[in-house]
Nanobody
Framework: QVQLVESGGGLVQAGGSLRLSCAAS????????MGWYRQAPGKQRELVAF???????AYPDSVKGRFTISRDNAKNTVYLQMNSLKAEDTAVYYC??????????????WGQGTQVTVSS
């Protein structure tokens, strides 16, 4: 009933910036929380940003001060602005959105993943 489509990944030099987008479509009643996760080869998926609607935003120390999560309510789109990128930021990035559907069911949805590669 709901689909997330990610875009904005690519190759960037260390110190550069990228902006990831995650557009949600379908029978959406409300968005209750949003986040971004990443997974590098040989590592477990880790949280890079999380923001419950009406709550405080959480970032791990590894990205704090460099990454910013935001949302365009009119477009049902979640963004991740990434600045001062480092080689260790290289990973597949996944969008997460906790959605209450028109049917009143609440469940999480994940984007398909987008590759971010940072060269030294």
């Amino acid at each position: 009933q709901v689909q997330l489509v990610e875009s904005g990944g690519g190759l960037v030099q260390a110190g550069g910036s990228l902006r990831l987008s995650c557009a949600a479509s379908g029978s959406i009643f409300s968005i209750n929380a949003m986040g971004w996760y990443r997974q590098a080869p040989g590592k477990q998926r880790e949280l890079v940003a999380f923001r419950p609607t009406g709550g405080s935003t959480a970032y791990p120390d590894s990205v704090k001060g460099r990454f910013t999560i935001s949302r365009d309510n009119a477009k049902n789109t979640v963004y991740l602005q990434m600045n001062s990128l480092k080689a260790e930021d290289t990973a597949v990035y996944y969008c997460y959105v906790l959605i209450t559907e028109v049917s009143s069911r609440t469940q999480p949805y994940w984007g398909q993943g987008t590759q971010v590669t940072v060269s030294s």
